[in-house]
């Protein structure tokens, strides 16, 4: 029977294989020709890895276990001990725990840069520094990265530009094409986008840093399961009407919540008002994204009563699904950070992030009235 599926199955073997010794040195003599274990390689995690890849105009990419683990090897991919790292003051907080906790064991130190003089990297950069980590969007502020002016600053000086894509997806910004040389998503959030998958992306501007990533991803063990690999390439295929549906709704919300008296603040860069919002147009093509942050009163009794009465909102540590939820940064990705390095940040007691689904505008509308009153 000729079987034709239209659809990529799932390839759910840990192992594949071979006739006989000759197609055993195909295997290594043809890379890409066949498969041998699913660590090395998977027909549904490849698969996942070229639509990213392709999106993003890279040269190549690796499908990895989570969004920690693309972060881990998009840094380790230029740096080993001894070598220096800067990073945008405004980051995930897994990747500034990442940075201070286990590579520091590695012998790689970081510096973290203020967001106000992130294109004055001169004096920040010794001997050995080797990269620059940002976000697109910065997390949970909202801040906005001209990414082209960055890459040019960070080549003039001899550094890589890493950029963690996952607020923004390539469907607003493609970091390569504005200059940066590695760009990362935590694709359990909009490439997924459905709350059931854990998985990150690694893209390469340049073949040999990519073959290197794929490298790094076999033998450190984080590559992709076929399951996960499968789920997320069928999240995929909706990214490109998801994301200006949750952009649509985010702005719409956005200006409703600076109408409301309880809310301190809205940091959302689709707003005219947002100090990088002509910058974000520019980048985003006219979207903006569906993750805010709001500044409630400063004290946790009123953020409480604000999740409590919230029946559309569920309070969960992550983002970025088609339902909507929301997040604590002090208290969840931002934690491990010190008083003095969350208050630098902004990060305080009344700030909670919004991740603004698909649902109907006007749903989400009157449950956050309700949950203000």
């Not at 699913?38 to 070229?50: H, K």
């Not at 604000?306 to 540590?317: G, L, N, V």
């Not at 390095?341 to 009235?369: C, K, M, N, W, Y």
């Amino acid at each position: 029977m000729d079987i034709k599926p239209k659809i990529t199955p799932i390839y759910q073997s840990s192992v594949f294989k071979f006739e006989d010794l000759n197609e055993l040195e195909l295997y290594f003599g043809e890379p890409g020709s066949r498969y041998l274990y699913s660590r090395n390689g998977n027909p549904n995690s490849d698969e996942l890895a070229d639509a990213v890849n392709a999106l993003e105009g890279g040269a190549g990419a690796v499908a990895t276990g989570s969004g920690m683990a693309a972060i881990f090897v998009a840094l380790l991919v230029y740096c080993q001990a001894g070598d220096h790292v800067l990073c945008a003051a405004d980051i995930y907080g897994g990747s500034s725990s990442l940075l201070n906790n286990e590579l520091s064991r590695m012998g790689i130190s970081v510096t973290y840069v203020p967001f106000e003089q992130i294109y004055d990297l001169k004096q920040f950069v010794q001997p050995t520094t080797r990269l620059l980590l940002a976000e697109t969007m910065s997390n949970p502020l909202l801040r906005v990265a001209d990414l082209r002016r960055l890459a040019n600053e960070c080549h003039q000086l001899g550094l890589k530009l890493v950029v963690d894509n996952t607020f923004a997806t390539p469907i607003l910004t493609k970091p390569l094409t504005l200059g940066a040389d590695v760009v990362l998503h935590s694709v359990t959030k909009y490439i997924a986008g459905h709350s059931d998958v854990t998985a990150g992306v690694v893209v390469a501007a340049d073949l040999e840093v990519a073959a290197r990533l794929k490298q790094m991803g076999v033998l450190y063990g984080l590559t992709l399961s076929p399951m996960e690999s499968w789920l997320a390439v069928r999240g995929l295929k909706t990214l490109h009407l998801r994301m200006p549906a949750h952009s649509h709704n985010a702005l719409t919300v956005a200006k409703f919540l600076q109408q409301q008296p309880a809310v301190r603040a809205v940091y959302y860069a689709g707003l005219p008002d947002h100090p990088h919002h002509e910058l974000a147009r520019q980048q985003g093509g006219g979207l903006f994204g569906g993750m805010m942050s709001i500044l409630l009163a400063d004290d946790a009794e009123t953020v409480n009563r604000f999740m409590q009465r919230s029946q559309r909102f569920p309070f969960a540590p992550s983002l970025a699904g088609v339902d909507s939820s929301l997040s604590y940064p002090l208290g969840t990705s931002h934690r491990y950070l010190t008083p003095e390095q969350q208050t630098d940040l902004g990060i305080t007691v009344g700030l909670v992030r919004l991740s603004i689904g698909i649902e109907p505008v006007e749903v989400l509308r009157a449950d956050l009235e309700y949950a203000l009153e």
